[in-house]
C-alpha cells in the first residue's frame, strides 16, 4: 500500500467519522422546522426504493420485464407484503422464497 493511499484512506475515515459524530455531539441543539422533519420521515424509504427498483427492472443492465426475470416477481411480493402486514421479517421471506421458487421453476 503507498503512502498517498494510505493518506486518503485515513482521510476519508477521519472525514466521515467527524460528519457522524457532529451530529452526535450537536444534534440535541439543532432543530428542524416541523415540514422537514416530515420530509426527512420518507428518505429511507425513497432510498430503499431507489436501490431497488432499478435492480428488478435491470438485473443485466438492460431494461427487462420478461418472465425470466426472477428479481421483478420476488420484488412485487415482497412490496406487497410489507404495504399489507408492514412484517419486514415476512416481506423479506415471501420475496425470497418466489425469487427462489422463479428462478427453480424457469
Known amino acids: 500500500m503507498t503512502r498517498d493511499l494510505l493518506a486518503a484512506l485515513c482521510g476519508m475515515a ?10 452526535l455531539v450537536f ?7 416541523h415540514w422537514l422533519q ?19 427492472l435491470q ?3 438492460h ?6 426475470n426472477a428479481y421483478l416477481p420476488g420484488t412485487l ?5 410489507a404495504f399489507f402486514t408492514r412484517h419486514t421479517l415476512g416481506a423479506i421471506g ?6 427462489g421458487v422463479w428462478r ?3
Do not use: C, E, K
Not at 472525514?15 to 457532529?22: D, E, H, K
Not at 411480493?77 to 407484503?81: Q, S
Open 77 to 81: 411480493v415482497a412490496g406487497t407484503v
Open 14 to 23: 477521519v472525514v466521515t467519522y467527524a460528519i457522524r459524530l457532529s451530529f
Open 94 to 99: 415471501s420475496g425470497f422464497l418466489v425469487y
Open 38 to 56: 416530515r420530509a426527512l420521515h420518507y428518505v429511507p424509504a425513497a432510498v430503499l426504493s431507489a436501490i431497488i427498483v432499478p435492480m428488478a
Open 63 to 68: 431494461l427487462d420485464i420478461s418472465l425470466a
Open 104 to 106: 427453480w421453476l424457469m
Open 27 to 33: 444534534g440535541h441543539r439543532a432543530s428542524f422546522p
Open 59 to 61: 438485473p443485466q443492465g
